[in-house]
């Protein structure tokens, strides 16, 4: 089911201050993908996501889930939490410890008074689906954390919803079985065909999983894209910068080409991938590291965006180099093979082939 956001506002007052945590949200949330909402600290990710679930209570606005309002301020709609069709998996897993796995999973179909074989049957079938077929008896405190939380994710699917909802689930588990939690976790959902939204602030874990990004700064979505999109092709700075490291540069238009756009930095011009903006734009030049490319500098004039510096630091983290190139004043992040026979000191010459230069709004 598609979620229509139209217009949502919650301000909080809190120390003589008003807190704009939602500025007037504009968002539909396609059907039956992953949606995940990501962001920084503060920006507004869980008050959205309790706003659609009915636990918190917007200023202002409209919220759709299929052909449903389920608030409206201006028709004094508020459709209560338990009728709007929804499951939920928070950060605590908010599993029952005193209870085992099968009434944990039973709890919203038992409160729903279906007849006792029927919830025998639902609460198998999705025991078996999350791979904790046999573990019905199991006491929920006698689970690891990555079985916990598949407890949890069965007992939001249980009752068979249009509409899941995670807040930051995974963010309990060690970095490891996290890895595995989010890729079982996107082939559930996509075996489903279930509307999911999902609310992080760490970037792997949006891009490992999503369908479709929202990126939320200071209680608005700034940008929506798939994950290709927000990483390699986002529009503003503030995003490129979140998404990913990335050498920022602040440069101004020199001239716009037929399929490319010429800027210059403090340490050079540089064509780039063709981007329109208005004259006078203040714009930000963004570069990912992997893109720098390190070159015999015997074939520099057969090269695109070139940069002569020296190597400041190489850090050897396993698959790479993270290393800095200081050009003129300016640190540039590269990434250096780790058989490569540079060292620190070194001069060096880099290009950045122009599709990979991204221009974007600061
Ligand atoms: N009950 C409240 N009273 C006052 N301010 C609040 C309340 N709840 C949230 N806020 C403020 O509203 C803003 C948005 O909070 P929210 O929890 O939605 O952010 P978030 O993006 O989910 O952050 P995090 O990733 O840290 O959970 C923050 O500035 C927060 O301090």
Redesign the pocket.
């Known amino acids: 089911m598609e979620i229509q956001i139209s217009g949502v506002k919650k301000y909080?007052h809190?120390e003589g201050k008003i807190?704009k945590?939602l500025d007037g949200v504009n968002l539909t949330i396609p059907a039956n993908k992953i949606f995940t909402l990501l962001?920084p600290?503060?920006?507004?990710?869980?008050?959205l996501l309790r706003s659609i679930v009915g636990l918190e209570t917007p200023d202002e606005g409209e919220i759709r889930i299929g052909d449903t309002i389920v608030w409206s301020s201006e028709k004094r709609i508020d459709v209560p939490t338990e009728k709007r069709g929804l499951g939920m998996v928070f950060q605590t897993y908010a599993i029952w410890p005193h209870m085992d796995v099968f009434n944990n999973v039973a709890y919203p179909l038992q409160n729903m008074k279906l007849p006792k074989d029927e919830i025998v049957r639902r609460v198998e079938k999705t025991l078996q689906f999350v791979q904790l077929e046999g573990f019905g008896s199991r006491p929920a405190t006698r689970l690891s954390g990555g079985q916990q939380q598949r407890v949890a994710l069965a007992r939001a699917l249980v009752a068979e919803p249009k509409v899941i909802l995670f807040d930051e689930p995974l963010s309990n588990l060690d970095a490891k079985l996290r890895e595995e939690t989010r890729k079982e976790l996107r082939s559930f959902l996509s075996e489903l065909q279930i509307t999911a939204v999902y609310?992080t602030?760490d970037r792997i874990e949006a891009l490992a999983l999503s369908d479709q990004i929202g990126v939320m700064r200071a209680g608005n979505i700034i940008e929506i894209g798939d994950p290709k999109k927000i990483y390699f092709d986002s529009e503003h700075q503030f995003v490129a910068d979140f998404i990913g490291r990335s050498n920022l540069l602040p440069v101004t238009i020199q001239e716009q080409g037929k399929d490319f756009t010429k800027v210059v930095s403090a340490i050079g011009t540089f064509t780039c991938s063709k981007r329109e903006f208005p004259a006078g734009s203040e714009i930000t030049l963004c570069i990912r590291p992997e893109f720098v490319d390190l070159i015999d500098p015997a074939d520099k004039g057969k090269h695109q965006n070139t940069l002569t510096g020296r190597m400041h630091t190489m850090v050897f983290v396993g698959e790479v180099y993270e290393s800095e190139i200081m050009v003129g004043d300016q640190l540039i992040m590269v990434k250096v093979d780790p058989d490569s026979k540079v060292k620190e000191g070194d001069e060096v010459v880099v290009s950045i082939a122009a599709e990979h230069c991204l221009l974007v709004a600061r």
């Open positions: 909080y809190s807190i945590a962001g600290s503060g920006c507004g990710k869980t008050t609310v602030h």
